[in-house]
T-cell receptor, first 112, second 114 residues
Framework: DAKTTQPPSMDCAEGRAANLPCNHSTISGNEYVYWYRQIHSQGPQYIIH???NNETNEMASLIITEDRKSSTLILPHATLRDTAVYYCIVGNSGGSNYKLTFGKGTLLTVNP | DAGITQSPRHKVTETGTPVTLRCHQT?????MYWYRQDPGHGLRLIHYSYGVKDTDKGEVSDGYSVSRSKTEDFLLTLESATSSQTSVYFCAISEGQGLPNGYTFGSGTRLTVV
């Protein structure tokens, strides 16, 4: 499975955009990039995923570089409730081997 | 979480006793997973299932077994609980890679082995 590298922690001011980077230089052609977040003691929550193109939903935007070796999750207007650990994950091939491996993620702290 | 429930939510058990955790889904998803989460280790995959009676090991499967006799239920069994298995256990479900909404996680089971 492709590995990901994320900074252990980041800070963001409330109301500003939060840009969380992720490196996945060994990603293969059929692997998706997924982002999840986990608010303290809760189960992780799906945010967004993409393959090649940039994606946007009601929670966030995902920007994937053209070579697919890195991506950025953007929370356009961070709120205090966005304080959480954010996980960037690369999904493997599917079929009987479809599983996601979580790293340690980035702790995003949104400050008032 | 909608469509997935874990039971029990909390459990305290003694070393050496067998323990079974249950994950139940109403989404008819093909894939089901058991993770454990410990401080400093993040989420680690224990076992997963890609269909009824089809299961495979994850990265920390020693001391655990699973069964999936029907689509909606995925059971995790600790054959003989040890203190090192004190953890928070999360179940997850998924339709499959690239499909909408990725994984959906349950609310977790906090297991304490004394």
């Amino acid at each position: 499975d492709a590995k990901t590298t994320q900074p252990p922690s980041m800070d963001c001011a409330e109301g500003r955009a939060a840009n969380l980077p992720c490196n996945h230089s060994t990603i293969s052609g059929n692997e998706y990039v997924y982002w999840y977040r986990q608010i303290h003691s809760q189960g992780p929550q799906y945010i967004i995923h993409g393959l090649k193109n940039n994606e946007t939903n009601e929670m966030a935007s995902l920007i994937i570089t053209e070579d697919r070796k890195s991506s950025t999750l953007i929370l356009p207007h961070a709120t205090l409730r966005d304080t959480a650990v954010y996980y960037c994950i690369v999904g493997n091939s599917g079929g009987s081997n479809y599983k996601l491996t979580f790293g340690k993620g980035t702790l995003l702290t949104v400050n008032p | 979480d909608a469509g997935i429930t874990q039971s029990p939510r909390h459990k305290v058990t003694e070393t050496g006793t067998p323990v079974t955790l249950r994950c139940h889904q109403t989404e008819n998803h093909r894939y089901m997973y058991w993770y454990r989460q410990d401080p400093g280790h993040g989420l680690r995959l224990i076992h997963y299932s890609y269909g009824v009676k089809d299961t495979d090991k994850g990265e920390v499967s020693d001391g655990y077994s699973v069964s999936r006799s029907k689509t909606e239920d995925f059971l995790l069994t600790l054959e003989s609980a040890t203190s090192s298995q004190t953890s928070v256990y999360f179940c997850a479900i998924s339709e499959g890679q690239g499909l909408p909404n990725g994984y959906t996680f349950g609310s977790g089971t906090r297991l304490t082995v004394v």
